[in-house]
């Protein structure tokens, strides 16, 4: 059984996917693969290069600033970033779960902000989509980017397309590791806010229920 989990940033979609890992389930965070390939995907990084020129800095990482202002001012730059992004993401998520489900997983989960755009949705046998007030959400990014609320403000309204040149949600390049660990860190902990309650049930023979999630 595969679940695609989507949601605008902030919303808490990694949360749903750390709770289905931890109860034996497998995924993965297309946010923090999308920056592990453009370190390492030498067929992502070359295309892009074809496509928009020199857009890597001499330290290897993406040069966001240069790439974002040859694709927001031209739809079509645009389009054709998403195309080569969405290529890469979806061919890594498919070498993932094939493995996954080579070492018995029997649930896996893509947690992906443009599961629907990218074309991911078309691998899930159910989708979810989460939700939360927006105060949370702002007091989430800021947290999780280390921000202030206008510039969280302007992440918070960006929309499921765009949060940063290729499709991610937007981060600096560097502290990437120390970002994610206090993300997860995070949704150890319990939030006030509403929570929404979603039982999942496994239909791959490994057990009977996921039981309830409460996402906050």
Do not use: W
Not at 69 to 82: E, K, M, R, Y
Not at 129 to 149: F, K, W
């Amino acid at each position: 059984l595969t679940i695609g989990i989507t949601g605008q940033t902030g919303c808490g979609k990694t949360a749903l996917l750390r709770r289905i890992e931890a109860r034996g389930g497998c995924g993965v965070d297309c946010d923090a693969l999308y920056y592990d390939l453009l370190r390492t995907d030498g067929a992502l990084r070359a295309a892009l290069m074809d496509a928009f020129g020199h857009v890597f800095l001499p330290n290897g990482t993406l040069d966001r600033k240069k790439l974002g202002g040859l694709v927001f001012s031209d739809p079509a730059q645009l389009d054709t970033l998403n195309r080569i992004v969405y290529s890469h993401v979806r061919r890594a998520v498919e070498t993932i779960r094939a493995e996954k489900k080579a070492c018995g997983c029997a649930l896996f989960a893509v947690d992906a902000i443009n599961l629907i755009q990218s074309g991911l949705a078309g691998f899930c046998d159910v989708t979810v989509g989460i939700t939360a007030p927006q105060e949370v959400r702002l007091a989430r990014i800021m947290a999780r980017d280390g921000i202030e609320r206008q510039k969280a403000e302007k992440r918070a309204d960006g929309g499921a397309l765009g949060q940063n040149a290729g499709g991610g949600e937007e981060r600096d390049d560097e502290g990437q590791n120390e970002l994610h660990q206090k993300r997860d860190e995070r949704h150890g902990k319990k939030a006030e806010a509403e929570a929404v309650e979603i039982t999942l049930r496994r239909e791959s023979g490994v057990g009977a229920s996921m039981g309830g999630f409460l996402l906050y």
